[in-house]
């Protein structure tokens, strides 16, 4: 019998369903026939049985409700972006990305933007469902910064700047702001505008001296260094999947 015999015979419709979720980490196979067993795991819709073949790249897997990547190198990492780094894949000018910051095998891409001068938390990821719901203004996924300003904002600034700015892309939406310092504002916004931020403190006659992100929805890490990356942990990409409702 060959080599390709079995292998056809191994996967004649898919792969076995426990295999691929102990692949991705939910267990021995042994755990994982445990979960199909109880009714914990459902496919496209409807609750798996032992024995099930999925395809890895088709269908859709939840396990207690929630949505799993099945592709093998399915990777997200938090990068601490430093100042003066490109927040794309490439750069006609030659100027340094944030791809360089993390391995180049899988290949990720950045979720959302920070622009050049911009530090802070910046998720990359090759799980494009996981991406297109972060970045998408309908699931108003939080992000948190901390501004140095020129100025101490008043509270007439700080409720102009929760209640909304006219900028030349139109009104933006409601924003939390405090001052946390002297000259130093935090805002929570869920809108992804061109540097959103620094307008909106113009705005208000506060221009921003430095910036730095330091909250995407529920992750953040005080402890990432300046072009530091890791991945995220199993908890957190389950906070993240909760986050972008993909259940």
Known sequence: ??????????????????????????G?????????????????????????R?????????????????????VTYLLNKPQGVVTTASDPQGRPVVVDLVPAEPRVFPVGR????????????NDGSLAHRLTHPSFGIEKEYLANVSGTPSRAALRQLREGIELDDGLT???TASTVAPGMVKLVIHEGRNRQ??????AVG?????????????????????????LLSQDETLELQR?????
Do not use: W
């Not at 079995?6 to 369903?17: I, N, Q, W």
């Open 54 to 74: 999925v395809h890895i790249e088709t269908d859709v897997v939840e396990v207690d409700g929630v949505q799993f990547s099945l592709l093998p190198d399915a």
């Open 114 to 125: 920070l622009d050049l001068d911009t530090e802070g938390l910046l998720l990359l990821t």
């Open 1 to 26: 019998m060959t080599l390709e015999y079995l292998e056809a015979e191994e996967h004649p419709d898919g792969e076995r369903l426990q295999k691929i979720l102990a692949r991705i980490g939910l």
């Open 28 to 52: 021995s196979r042994r755990i994982c026939e445990g979960l199909i067993e109880e009714g914990r795991v459902v496919v496209n819709g409807e609750t798996a049985i032992l024995g099930a």
């Open 243 to 247: 986050a972008v409702r993909l259940r």
């Open 197 to 202: 931020v620094r307008r909106m403190c113009e």
């Open 173 to 175: 939406a409601p924003a």
């Open 206 to 230: 506060h221009p921003v001296r430095r910036l730095v992100r330091t909250r995407v929805g529920p992750i953040r890490d005080t402890k990432l260094k300046p072009g530091e990356h890791r």
